[in-house]
Nanobody, 124 residues
Framework: QAQFVESGGGSVQAGGSLRLSCATS????????MGWFRQAPGKARETVAS???????TYRGTVRGRFTISKDDARNILYLEMNNLFPEDTGTYYC??????????????????WGQGTQVTVSS
């Protein structure tokens, strides 16, 4: 059974940085698309970034140039490096996996395995 565990969330001031990690185990499918989502209070969950098995990455427009998704296949860890954070980046961040190829930013329904989330709070 797949297990995803996020870590690295916290509270920072605007302009600060955080690095999120997602330790994965037991995901049986290859190729696979890995992604980061976030959910702000009172809002729907939204995609942030995705990465293909070959490392090709895609970002939503509001984080492009500030966030970097990457993965360490040897250690089965997915990362999200977040720089120049804005208060609107506040939310619970989730990692997820889907069988097959991302082909951009897949919808939430494509993903079949999820972590429990880690909180990111950015103050102005």
């Amino acid at each position: 059974q797949a297990q995803f565990v996020e870590s690295g969330g916290g509270s920072v001031q605007a302009g600060g940085s955080l690095r999120l990690s997602c330790a994965t185990s037991g995901y049986p499918f290859s190729p696979s698309c890995m992604g980061w989502f976030r959910q702000a209070p009172g809002k729907a969950r939204e995609t942030v970034a995705s990465i293909e098995s070959d490392g090709t990455d895609t970002y939503r427009g509001t984080v492009r140039g500030r966030f970097t998704i990457s993965k360490d296949d040897a250690r089965n860890i997915l990362y999200l490096e977040m720089n120049n954070l804005f208060p609107e980046d506040t939310g619970t961040y989730y990692c997820a996996a889907a069988y097959g190829y991302c082909l951009g930013l897949p919808m939430e329904s494509r993903y079949d395995s999820w972590g429990q989330g880690t909180q990111v709070t950015v103050s102005s």
